[in-house]
């Protein structure tokens, strides 16, 4: 199984809501990743988990929180968003602690869609 | 820090021609390389990857990529597209404590 899951495939929500992406894989990665990808962009990196502890935060909003339940779930749990951050929001995963030796795997992303 | 330049945003080309999308990296430690491909409405394919030994590699759908350290290069060829190769390209970077820095994307349009 080399699949990376996200759910759900779309998500329209407002400012004023709350609301989580999940992300999930089983083959035994250690480290997990949040992008962001605007239309006609590259992704870009938010964070980085390496054996479940928080590695890399690159200085995202406080309304955008991630959680790592255990080895194989990413949660991003969402406040108070604003329009711009409607986006493609893209997990991934690799293996081993360093992200960097081997590829990553990507899910099919969420659609969000701030109203 | 490592970066990424993809020297094209769009490249047309017509079907059964072939292509090559160019990479260059900029790093002044040993790094590793990859190119990805996004269909429309979805996540990241990994096509292939370099992260040491042969300087040519092969990858999915046909596509090969040749590994340049002293012209700093990691182009992307395919012999001859099909209309299913239409999609974004992302070549990416990283090293082994860092994660994946993307390119800026090139847009491969095969046209019949």
């Known amino acids: 199984d080399t699949e990376v899951t996200q759910t759900p495939k779309h998500l329209v929500m407002g400012m004023t809501n709350k609301k989580s992406l999940k992300c999930e894989q089983h083959?035994?990665?250690?480290?997990m990743y949040w992008y962001k990808q605007k239309a006609k962009k590259p992704p870009e990196l938010m964070f980085v988990?390496?054996?479940?502890?928080?590695?890399i935060n690159e200085s995202v909003p406080s309304r955008f929180s991630p959680e790592c339940p255990n080895s194989s779930l990413l949660n991003l749990h969402l406040h108070a968003l604003q329009p711009e951050d409607s986006a493609l929001y893209l997990c991934a995963s690799s293996q081993g602690g360093p992200p960097g030796a081997t590829e990553a795997f990507f899910g099919q992303g969420t659609r969000l869609t701030v109203v | 820090a490592q970066s990424v330049t993809q020297l094209d945003s769009q490249v047309p080309v017509f079907e059964e021609a072939p292509v090559e999308l160019r990479c260059n990296y900029s790093?002044?430690?040993?790094?590793?390389l990859f190119w990805y491909v996004q269909y429309p409405n979805q996540g990241l394919q990994l096509l292939l990857k370099?992260?040491?030994?042969?300087?040519l590699v092969k990858g999915i759908n046909g596509f090969e990529a040749e590994f340049n350290k002293s012209q700093t290069s990691f182009h992307l060829r395919k012999p001859s597209v099909h209309i299913s190769d239409t999609a974004e390209y992302f070549c990416?970077?990283?090293?082994?404590?860092?994660?994946?820095?993307f390119g800026k994307g090139t847009r491969l349009s095969v046209i019949a």
């Open positions: 083959m035994g990665h250690r480290a």
């Open positions: 988990y390496s054996y479940e502890k928080l590695s």
């Open positions: 370099y992260l040491s030994g042969s300087t």
């Open positions: 990416a970077v990283s090293r082994s404590s860092t994660p994946l820095v």
């Open positions: 790093s002044s430690v040993s790094v590793y």
